[in-house]
């Protein structure tokens, strides 16, 4: 939960703990995985921190959080359709489908995307998350969850870029 609070400390939007899904007349609830997994980069976390904010700008993600103290950035809540780093959207979000086509992208999905560098012991650490909504025309609104994908990318990125 601290690592939730360190990540999410300065977006605008209060996050959802759990949401409400619909799959035909049923309706059920999710949890929403909001603390991420810290996984091991081969770079130092002062290198780490640095190789982030090019792999977000070569994502078309912008940094509307970036706190240089807490090791911590990412995009709040940015509108986009179809594709996001070039690839499409259902690549990364799972936002259901309607017709065999994967909502993620026919329709706008807002997401948000976070990062934190964690210094354990004497190695780095990356944590992302996350988290997406697609919107319906007429304005529904359908959750989305990860595939995880995109924090993979962004992890490749950070240990590549040695």
Same mark, same amino acid.
Request: aromatic fraction near 6%; charge should be positive.
């Given at each position: 939960?601290? %690592?939730?609070? &360190? %990540?999410?400390?300065?977006?605008?939007?209060?996050?959802?703990?759990?949401?409400?899904?619909?799959?035909? /007349?049923?309706?059920?609830?999710? =949890?929403?995985?909001?603390?991420?997994?810290?996984?091991?980069? /081969?770079?130092?976390? =002062?290198?780490?921190?640095?190789?982030?904010?090019? &792999?977000?700008?070569?994502?078309?993600?912008? %940094?509307?959080?970036?706190?240089?103290?807490?090791?911590?950035?990412?995009?709040?809540?940015?509108? &986009?359709?179809?594709?996001?780093?070039?690839?499409?959207?259902?690549?990364?979000?799972?936002?259901?489908?309607?017709?065999?086509?994967?909502?993620?992208?026919?329709?706008?999905?807002? &997401?948000?995307? %976070?990062?934190?560098?964690?210094?354990?012991?004497?190695?780095?650490?990356?944590?992302?998350?996350?988290?997406?909504?697609?919107?319906?025309?007429?304005?529904?609104?359908?959750?989305?969850?990860?595939?995880?994908?995109?924090?993979?990318?962004?992890? =490749?990125?950070?240990?590549?870029?040695?």
């Amino acid at each position: 939960m601290i %690592l939730f609070a &360190v %990540l999410l400390g300065g977006c605008p939007a209060q996050l959802p703990v759990e949401v409400t899904a619909f799959a035909g /007349s049923r309706k059920y609830t999710i =949890d929403v995985d909001t603390v991420g997994v810290t996984t091991p980069v /081969s770079v130092s976390a =002062d290198s780490a921190w640095n190789l982030l904010p090019p &792999v977000y700008a070569a994502l078309g993600l912008p %940094l509307d959080e970036h706190d240089a103290k807490a090791r911590r950035l990412g995009t709040c809540w940015k509108r &986009v359709r179809g594709r996001l780093g070039g690839s499409q959207v259902s690549r990364y979000l799972d936002c259901g489908e309607l017709r065999q086509m994967p909502n993620a992208d026919a329709y706008d999905v807002d &997401v948000l995307v %976070l990062t934190a560098i964690r210094q354990e012991g004497g190695s780095a650490g990356i944590a992302t998350i996350v988290l997406g909504w697609a919107n319906a025309p007429g304005g529904g609104r359908q959750w989305c969850q990860s595939r995880g994908a995109l924090e993979k990318r962004i992890h =490749d990125a950070v240990g590549k870029s040695q």
